[in-house]
Nanobody, 115 residues
Framework: QVQLVESGGGLVQAGGSRGLSCEAS????????MGWYRQAPGRQRELVAF???????NYADSVKGRFTISRDNAKNTVYLQMNSLRPEDTAIYYC?????????WGKGTLVTVSS
């Protein structure tokens, strides 16, 4: 089992920045992918970005150039730096951890971007 705890959500004005973090604990295998997904009201959950344990990253087109994902393998923590935030970025942001042995989700943290 892997437990994920997100932090950093809150209210931010459009154009502002916010950083999220997610710490994984439990049975952590060194080979894994960590990522961030989000779900806005009335919409399906969508990928924001992911990063492999080797450092390869991938971003949704809607956040490219504005968001940066990073990780600290020693701390089993993944980060999401969000810049130039827009009202349409308002959503619950979920941390995800997966490898061949399992797929785990955090409880989510709400980010609200006011116009």
């Amino acid at each position: 089992q892997v437990q994920l705890v997100e932090s950093g959500g809150g209210l931010v004005q459009a154009g502002g920045s916010r950083g999220l973090s997610c710490e994984a604990s439990g049975f952590i295998h060194s080979i894994n992918t960590m990522g961030w997904y989000r779900q806005a009201p009335g919409r399906q959950r969508e990928l924001v970005a992911f990063i492999t344990s080797g450092g390869m990253t991938n971003y949704a087109d809607s956040v490219k150039g504005r968001f940066t994902i990073s990780r600290d393998n020693a701390k089993n923590t993944v980060y999401l730096q969000m810049n130039s935030l827009r009202p349409e970025d308002t959503a619950i942001y979920y941390c995800n951890w997966y490898n061949a042995r399992g797929n785990y989700w955090g409880k989510g943290t709400l980010v609200t971007v006011s116009s």
